[in-house]
C-alpha cells in the first residue's frame, strides 16, 4: 500500500438496511396516526361532556319552570279561574284538547303567546322569582283545563279541577331545549270567600291533590 493512500473499509448495504428503514417508517406512521386519534378522541369527549351539561341545564330549567308553575297554581285563592285563551286579563287558560298534539316543538314565541314567562305573575305581571337565570331562553309554562268534578250538593266537597301543566327550558344556547308536563289536580270553592281556602283538603279527605302524573317530553 502507497503511504498517504486511505483506504475505505465500508461494507456494501445489502437488502436488510432497506428494510430496517421501512419498520421504522411503518412504526413512525403508526405513532402519528395513534396520536391524532387520541386527540380526536380528546376532542370528542369534551363536545360530548359540553352536549350532556347543555342537556343537563335545559332539564333543570324546564323542571323549575314546572315547580314555579304548579306552586303558582296551587297557591290562588277564590274561585276557580275561567277558560280564557286571548285578551286574558290574567291567566291564560287553554281548554281541552285546544293545545297542538306535540307542543314541545313549538318556538319560545308561541310559548309565551299561549302561556306565561315562568316567575312572572300572570295577573299582576311582576317578576316574584328568577327562575334559570342561566338558560339561554326565558323558561316558560302553558296550563289546560283537562278534567273537573262539580263541587257536592252539600257542601261536602268542593270544585275539583284537573290540569295539564306543561313547561319549557333551554341550555345556555337555544340547540338543547327540554319540556315537561304534569297533571296537577286541586280544589276551588264555589263561590268568592273572604278567607283563603287551601287547594288542598285537610290530610286524610278523600280527594286527590297536587301533582299526580309527569313525563318528560323532549
Known amino acids: 500500500m502507497k503511504p498517504g493512500v486511505i483506504v475505505s473499509l465500508s461494507y456494501p448495504r445489502g437488502p436488510q ?15 402519528t396516526l395513534l396520536g391524532l ?47 280564557c ?22 318556538d319560545l314565541s308561541w310559548w309565551l303567546e299561549q302561556g306565561h314567562a315562568a316567575g312572572v305573575d300572570p295577573y299582576s305581571g311582576s317578576r316574584t322569582a328568577l327562575v ?6 326565558t323558561p316558560a309554562w302553558i296550563v289546560e283545563s283537562v278534567h273537573s268534578l262539580p263541587a257536592a250538593q252539600d257542601g261536602s266537597a268542593d270544585l275539583q279541577v284537573w290540569y295539564r ?23 276551588w270553592p264555589t263561590v268568592e270567600e273572604n278567607e283563603y281556602i287551601a287547594a288542598c283538603p285537610a290530610s286524610g279527605a278523600t280527594a286527590k291533590c297536587g301533582r299526580v302524573a309527569w313525563r318528560e317530553l323532549r
Not at 86 to 106: A, I, K, M, T
Open 132 to 137: 334559570s337565570a342561566g338558560s339561554h331562553d
Open 85 to 106: 285563551m286571548e285578551s286574558c286579563q290574567g291567566l291564560r287558560l287553554h281548554p281541552s284538547g285546544d293545545l297542538p298534539s306535540n307542543p314541545e316543538f313549538e
Open 17 to 31: 438496511d432497506g428494510m430496517v428503514l421501512l419498520v421504522c417508517l411503518i412504526f413512525l406512521t403508526a405513532l
Open 165 to 187: 301543566v306543561l313547561a319549557r327550558g333551554s341550555g345556555k344556547t337555544d340547540n338543547s331545549i327540554a319540556v315537561f308536563e304534569s297533571i296537577l289536580v286541586r280544589s
Open 37 to 83: 386519534s387520541s386527540v380526536s378522541d380528546t376532542v370528542l369527549q369534551k363536545k360530548l361532556a359540553a352536549n350532556n351539561h347543555e342537556s343537563e341545564q335545559a332539564r333543570q330549567s324546564a323542571l323549575a319552570a314546572l315547580a314555579w308553575a304548579e306552586n303558582w297554581l296551587l297557591g290562588q285563592g277564590g274561585i276557580a279561574p275561567e277558560i
